[in-house]
């Protein structure tokens, strides 16, 4: 990006100028030539990206996150930021973003210009990586395939006379599940899959398992945009009496003082697996990669696990998960994705337009 002074200042000296060029004498016109050269050579200095990151500047990251993510990362970019200062003398500003993680995917593939991705799932990375702004080959780029940290579907239903024991407990009449909307949200897309496979990984059918989420989506009395948007329907706005959400969600707000009880279906759930990538078309226009990279490799330290685990995410490194096995209840039958079919089917069999999940809206009266 050009320096916004330097712009005007030249632009100014070039638009008030360029009428007199052919009334100079030689001698002013050869000044005039040369002053020009000096001045262009200003925007160059500016414009360069490398010189920002290695002169007295702050080296500036962005981060664009997934909503959930946001009290993990505030308490891990500080950790980050000492480290690098300590080892390099440069100073990193973060500039983060959370929301959703279809939209925050749709922002960055439209020209939200993140040098990094922490999504919620590998398809909305997968799809940066289509628009060519993430080099092939990413998830090898990272330890445990460049998934950062998991977590598994919880209910939280809103009182004790909501009695749940199992995934089939959700269709019943009297309940209305707030769960966000799986075309703008990754959490939803989790919680569609894990509806799902609760029936298929259990030896149902594929046909049992549309009646059972149709039956579970016809009483949702509304589909928010992400998961933190859901907790605010359901805390809130009061809607709705069964919230489905992260795991971590759950144990986070737990530690914040609220006191709603909350169950994981430990018979079958789904490993909701949260990647991290460098952008790399971003990262080489801001020449910010050896920073960037840094600090996606820092996630996988225990420092930066322990901060994760510490707001309810199953940790991938073994020695956390042992620190704080007992904020986790063991699942029987986890799932993951590659179960399913993995992600290029389950996007054209459930999440793309027209696809069974905008099909089941219209059948149930839901658009």
Same mark, same amino acid.
């Given at each position: 990006?050009?320096?916004?002074?330097?712009?005007?200042?030249?632009?100014?000296?070039?638009?008030?100028?360029?009428?007199?060029?052919?009334?100079?004498?030689?001698?002013?016109?050869?000044?005039?030539?040369?002053?020009?050269?000096?001045?262009?050579?200003?925007?160059?200095?500016?414009?360069?990206?490398?010189?920002?990151?290695?002169?007295?500047?702050?080296?500036?990251?962005?981060?664009?996150?997934?909503?959930?993510?946001?009290?993990?990362?505030?308490?891990?970019?500080?950790?980050?930021?000492?480290?690098?200062?300590?080892?390099?003398?440069?100073?990193?500003?973060?500039?983060?973003?959370?929301?959703?993680?279809?939209?925050?995917?749709?922002?960055?593939?439209?020209?939200?210009?993140?040098?990094?991705?922490?999504?919620?799932?590998?398809?909305?990375?997968?799809?940066?990586?289509?628009?060519?702004?993430?080099?092939?080959?990413?998830?090898?780029?990272?330890?445990?395939?460049?998934?950062?940290?998991?977590?598994?579907?919880?209910?939280?239903?809103?009182?004790?006379?909501? =009695?749940?024991?199992?995934?089939?407990? %959700?269709? /019943?009449?009297?309940?209305? !599940? #707030?769960? @966000?909307?799986? &075309?703008?949200?990754?959490?939803?897309?989790?919680?569609?899959?894990?509806?799902?496979?609760?029936?298929?990984?259990?030896?149902?059918?594929?046909?049992?398992?549309?009646?059972?989420?149709?039956?579970?989506?016809?009483?949702?009395?509304?589909?928010?945009?992400?998961?933190?948007?859901?907790?605010?329907?359901?805390? =809130?706005?009061?809607?709705?009496?069964? %919230?489905? /959400?992260?795991?971590?969600? !759950? #144990?986070? @707000?737990?530690? &914040?003082?609220?006191?709603?009880?909350?169950?994981?279906?430990?018979?079958?759930?789904?490993?909701?697996?949260?990647?991290?990538?460098?952008?790399?078309?971003?990262?080489?226009?801001?020449?910010?990669?050896?920073?960037?990279?840094?600090?996606?490799?820092?996630?996988?330290?225990?420092?930066?696990?322990?901060?994760?685990?510490?707001?309810?995410?199953?940790?991938?490194?073994?020695?956390?998960?042992?620190?704080?096995?007992?904020?986790?209840?063991?699942?029987?039958?986890?799932?993951?994705?590659?179960?399913?079919?993995?992600?290029?089917?389950?996007?054209?069999?459930?999440?793309?337009?027209?696809?069974?999940?905008?099909?089941?809206?219209?059948?149930?009266?839901?658009?």
């Amino acid at each position: 990006m050009y320096c916004i002074y330097c712009v005007f200042h030249v632009n100014f000296f070039y638009e008030t100028s360029k009428n007199y060029l052919l009334m100079m004498k030689p001698i002013r016109f050869l000044s005039f030539m040369l002053l020009a050269v000096v001045a262009s050579g200003a925007i160059a200095a500016c414009s360069n990206p490398e010189q920002t990151a290695t002169g007295n500047q702050p080296i500036k990251v962005t981060l664009v996150s997934y909503a959930v993510t946001q009290s993990a990362y505030e308490q891990i970019i500080p950790m980050f930021t000492e480290q690098w200062k300590q080892k390099t003398g440069q100073t990193v500003v973060f500039e983060q973003s959370y929301g959703g993680s279809g939209s925050q995917t749709r922002a960055v593939i439209d020209g939200l210009e993140a040098d990094i991705v922490a999504l919620a799932l590998a398809l909305d990375t997968q799809k940066i990586e289509k628009a060519g702004l993430i080099d092939p080959g990413w998830e090898t780029e990272l330890p445990n395939e460049s998934i950062v940290h998991k977590s598994v579907v919880a209910f939280v239903p809103r009182n004790e006379e909501i =009695k749940l024991s199992k995934w089939s407990d %959700l269709a /019943n009449n009297n309940i209305q !599940v #707030i769960t @966000a909307n799986p &075309k703008t949200s990754g959490g939803a897309r989790w919680n569609f899959l894990a509806l799902w496979g609760s029936v298929t990984q259990a030896g149902g059918t594929e046909e049992q398992a549309q009646t059972f989420v149709e039956n579970v989506f016809r009483n949702v009395p509304v589909l928010p945009k992400d998961a933190r948007e859901s907790s605010d329907v359901f805390y =809130k706005q009061g809607q709705g009496n069964v %919230l489905l /959400n992260y795991e971590n969600e !759950v #144990i986070l @707000a737990k530690q &914040k003082g609220d006191k709603s009880k909350y169950f994981v279906p430990t018979d079958y759930n789904i490993s909701i697996d949260n990647p991290v990538a460098v952008v790399d078309k971003n990262v080489d226009k801001h020449g910010n990669r050896e920073v960037a990279e840094a600090f996606t490799q820092f996630l996988f330290t225990p420092e930066a696990q322990r901060e994760f685990a510490k707001v309810g995410f199953r940790s991938i490194d073994p020695t956390i998960t042992k620190e704080f096995q007992s904020q986790y209840p063991p699942i029987k039958n986890l799932f993951t994705v590659k179960d399913l079919g993995g992600w290029d089917k389950i996007q054209s069999d459930f999440f793309a337009d027209g696809a069974a999940f905008d099909k089941m809206l219209t059948k149930i009266n839901k658009k």
